[in-house]
């Protein structure tokens, strides 16, 4: 099976601080990749998929990019409201595995 | 709108069965897979397997391959996971999510709001 990875595990960070979180795949998935937020007691909600493309109706301080192994979700002013664990998922194969996540707080 | 509607929290012992459902509506349900996703207490969130509800086509991950069954009933547009006999391991939070087109592996854009399981003697 294909691994996700993800860094860093947690973050503090200030708001309107740009926040990158990175997501690695033990192999190449092309651009097979989504990410979704989870508030805490909440639903996980998609972000970003095929690595790059803003899901309707989701902030535009949100931000995919990369392709092959590598890829990165940005924020690039972190708000309050973006308190959360995100989570990377590769969708080239069965089976479609998450990233451990990466929780973010305010600082 | 399109709503995924799962059935409520459950309280379980060890050794038996259960099956819990997923109701979808607002759009043709036998179009687009299904997904089963589990989450522990804490933990993270696993893929545990997908089914097309229009043939009934199902695939599984390794993990969770033979320790779940997944079905539908297109009849009533409701999805399904089941256990024959729970273990106190099985204790999470299970969410059924949906593909945005009918192909097999791709991400999902509506997520049901999460059915708790707890397995406890």
Not at chain 1, 17 to 45: E, F, H
Not at chain 2, 15 to 35: D, P, R
Not at chain 2, 58 to 85: C, E, M
Request: hydrophobic share 30%; charged share 15%; with cysteine.
């Amino acid at each position: 099976d294909i691994q996700m990875t993800q860094s860093p595990s947690s973050l503090s960070a200030s708001v309107g601080d740009r926040v990158t979180i990175t997501c690695r795949a033990s192999q190449g998935i092309s651009t097979y990749l989504a990410w979704y937020q989870q508030k805490p007691g909440k639903v996980p909600k998609l972000l970003i998929y095929d690595a790059s493309t803003l899901q309707s109706g989701v902030p535009s301080r949100f931000s995919g990019s990369g392709s092959g192994t590598d890829f990165t979700l940005t924020i690039s002013s972190l708000q309050p409201e973006d308190v959360a664990t995100y989570y990377c998922q590769r969708y080239n194969s069965a089976p479609n595995t998450f990233g451990p996540g990466t929780k973010v707080n305010i600082k | 709108e399109v709503q995924l509607v799962q059935s409520g929290a459950e309280v379980k012992k060890p050794g038996e069965s259960l099956k819990i459902s997923c109701k979808g509506s607002g759009y043709s349900f036998t179009n687009y897979w299904i997904a089963w996703v589990r989450q522990m207490p804490g933990k993270g969130l696993e893929w545990m397997g997908i089914i097309y509800p229009g043939d009934s086509d199902t695939r599984y991950s390794p993990s969770f391959q033979g320790q779940v069954t997944i079905s539908a009933d297109k009849s009533i547009s409701t999805a399904y996971l089941q256990w024959s006999s729970l273990k106190a391991s099985d204790t999470a939070m299970y969410y059924c999510a949906r593909h945005p087109s009918s192909r097999t592996w791709v991400y999902f854009d509506y997520w049901g709001h999460g059915t708790l399981v707890t397995v406890s003697s």
